[in-house]
Nanobody, 126 residues
């Protein structure tokens, strides 16, 4: 079992930055592929970014590519989402997720993730 706790959300003006953190506990964090998803009011949950368990491979949604780098610190059992140049359309609840994927694999489908955090709200004002 893996427990995930997101933090770092909040209210920010357009153009600003936030860094989300997802702290994990339970089984070996370094063997899990990690991902970030978001869900805006009235919309379906959508993929944002993902990292292989080594951090060597990453993948991004087109809407955040170049703005939201994902990173992880396996020594701290934490994955991060640095959110730069924020836009009002980035407003959503952001979730991190974990999946015991093989080495080098990046997981982008939400259905493949086994564990989820409770989410953290990000609100971007115009």
């Amino acid at each position: 079992q893996v427990q995930l706790v997101e933090s770092g959300g909040g209210l920010v003006q357009a153009g600003g930055s936030l860094r989300l953190s997802c702290a994990t506990s339970g089984r070996t964090f370094s063997s899990y592929a990690m991902g970030w998803f978001r869900q805006a009011p009235g919309k379906e949950r959508e993929f944002v970014a993902a990292s292989s368990w080594s951090g060597g491979n990453t993948y991004y949604a087109d809407s955040v590519k170049g703005r939201f780098p994902i990173s992880r610190d396996n020594a701290k059992n934490t994955v991060y989402l640095q959110m730069n140049s924020l836009k009002p359309e980035d407003t959503a609840v952001y979730y991190c997720a974990a999946d015991p994927a093989p080495f080098g694999i990046v997981v982008v489908r939400s259905e493949e993730y086994d564990y989820w955090g409770q989410g953290t709200q990000v609100t971007v004002s115009s």
